[in-house]
């Protein structure tokens, strides 16, 4: 991880990387507190007290509550008398569904819990985990408006995550061997998480983030579901069950309904942003009617003035003269 952040931000970005103000360094600071810290760990907390089954649940909330942010934020309008609004809603809460039904359609049976589980608690930290995610985006959004070298914002978070995360082992865990990791799933699981997790996917998320905003990045995290879906029917031979077969036609839906909202608000936002035409236009009108006010000035000083005759002057030619001869006495 400190490898990756000294060769993206001291080799790649080293001239085009904006400059680090006393603002962007704390948006930079609770980035790394959202993401790998508090997301993290708090995810993983409530994973523990409750199941994986309800933990994905939960996450698929994300988008739902991200939608929310944005427009609380105003990073998005909705103007629910467009169709286009209408169709970011309504899509986002159908995704939603489709990935909650495709997620709880197996429900647990509740005299089979473990002892050990505490639902309520684990709710609480998964929700704060979604929380903390969707305010990820949301913050990582306003940061490339002025910080715009991705590469660069990439290995500053992860850097920071890193040593606020250490931070908060050293005071939580005090057993010693919670900090030994061999050559086995654990280190596999931990360096996936590090350079897949959060590396690759922070910078991926902030490129399409520039372009189409939040919104447009969280609206995919449920086709998730239907990726494990079928990887685990390949892999794992796991049962595709008809609730997961509605379930993902639904996100389909969804997400296709959230991509034309914000395809329509792209076209139009692009076609405010470029009114050349229209500037054209008004620059030549006025261009005209100064010169139809200059030509009206001039023939209003030439009608002013009296007519004068001009005369001009040349000389007359002479005619020849002629030698006259005298008479003879």
Same mark, same amino acid.
């Given at each position: 991880?400190?490898?990756?952040?000294?060769?993206?931000?001291?080799?790649?970005?080293?001239?085009?990387?904006?400059?680090?103000?006393?603002?962007?360094?704390?948006?930079?600071?609770?980035?790394?507190?959202?993401?790998?810290?508090?997301?993290?760990?708090?995810?993983?907390?409530?994973?523990?007290?409750?199941?994986?089954?309800?933990?994905?649940?939960?996450?698929?909330?994300?988008?739902?509550?991200?939608?929310?942010?944005?427009?609380?934020?105003?990073?998005?309008?909705?103007?629910?008398?467009?169709?286009?609004?209408?169709?970011?809603?309504?899509?986002? /809460?159908?995704? $939603?569904? =489709? &990935?909650? +039904?495709?997620?709880?359609?197996?429900?647990?049976?509740?005299?089979?819990?473990?002892? *050990?589980?505490?639902?309520?608690?684990?709710?609480?930290?998964?929700?704060?985990?979604?929380?903390?995610?969707?305010?990820?985006?949301?913050?990582?959004?306003?940061?490339?408006?002025?910080?715009?070298?991705?590469?660069?914002?990439?290995?500053?978070?992860?850097?920071?995550?890193?040593?606020?995360?250490?931070?908060?082992?050293?005071?939580?865990?005090?057993?010693?061997?919670?900090?030994?990791?061999?050559?086995?799933?654990?280190?596999?699981?931990?360096?996936?998480?590090?350079?897949?997790?959060?590396?690759?996917?922070?910078?991926?998320?902030?490129?399409?983030?520039?372009?189409?905003?939040?919104?447009?990045?969280?609206?995919?995290?449920?086709?998730?579901?239907?990726?494990?879906?079928?990887?685990?029917?390949?892999?794992?031979?796991?049962?595709?069950? /008809?609730?997961? $077969?509605? =379930? &993902?036609? +639904?996100?389909?839906?969804?997400?296709?309904?959230?991509?034309?909202?914000?395809?329509? *608000?792209?076209?139009?936002?692009?076609?405010?942003?470029?009114?050349?035409?229209?500037?054209?236009?008004?620059?030549?009108?006025?261009?005209?009617?100064?010169?139809?006010?200059?030509?009206?000035?001039?023939?209003?000083?030439?009608?002013?003035?009296?007519?004068?005759?001009?005369?001009?002057?040349?000389?007359?030619?002479?005619?020849?003269?002629?030698?006259?001869?005298?008479?003879?006495?």
């Amino acid at each position: 991880m400190v490898d990756d952040f000294f060769v993206c931000f001291v080799v790649v970005h080293r001239k085009v990387r904006p400059k680090i103000t006393f603002t962007i360094f704390l948006q930079l600071f609770v980035l790394g507190l959202l993401g790998p810290v508090i997301d993290q760990n708090f995810y993983y907390a409530g994973l523990k007290f409750t199941s994986p089954t309800f933990s994905c649940a939960m996450s698929n909330m994300l988008p739902a509550m991200t939608f929310v942010m944005a427009v609380l934020c105003r990073m998005e309008k909705v103007d629910i008398k467009k169709v286009r609004c209408q169709a970011k809603v309504v899509g986002t /809460v159908v995704t $939603v569904a =489709g &990935a909650m +039904l495709m997620t709880l359609y197996k429900v647990p049976n509740t005299t089979q819990l473990d002892a *050990d589980k505490d639902w309520v608690k684990g709710s609480i930290l998964l929700i704060i985990a979604t929380f903390a995610w969707a305010s990820f985006f949301i913050l990582q959004a306003v940061t490339l408006r002025k910080y715009t070298a991705q590469l660069s914002l990439t290995a500053l978070v992860c850097f920071l995550g890193t040593l606020q995360s250490a931070a908060v082992t050293f005071v939580m865990e005090h057993r010693p061997h919670a900090w030994a990791i061999g050559f086995d799933m654990n280190l596999l699981a931990a360096a996936y998480a590090g350079i897949v997790s959060s590396s690759i996917a922070y910078y991926v998320q902030g490129r399409v983030m520039q372009k189409r905003g939040p919104v447009f990045v969280t609206a995919f995290s449920p086709l998730m579901m239907i990726i494990v879906a079928i990887m685990g029917s390949f892999i794992l031979a796991e049962k595709i069950y /008809v609730g997961g $077969v509605v =379930g &993902a036609i +639904l996100i389909v839906i969804g997400l296709y309904s959230v991509l034309w909202g914000k395809y329509k *608000d792209y076209k139009e936002k692009e076609a405010e942003e470029i009114p050349e035409p229209v500037k054209t236009g008004t620059i030549n009108n006025q261009n005209m009617s100064i010169i139809v006010d200059i030509e009206a000035n001039c023939a209003e000083i030439h009608r002013s003035e009296p007519n004068t005759v001009l005369a001009i002057s040349a000389p007359m030619p002479q005619p020849p003269m002629l030698a006259i001869e005298a008479p003879k006495a």
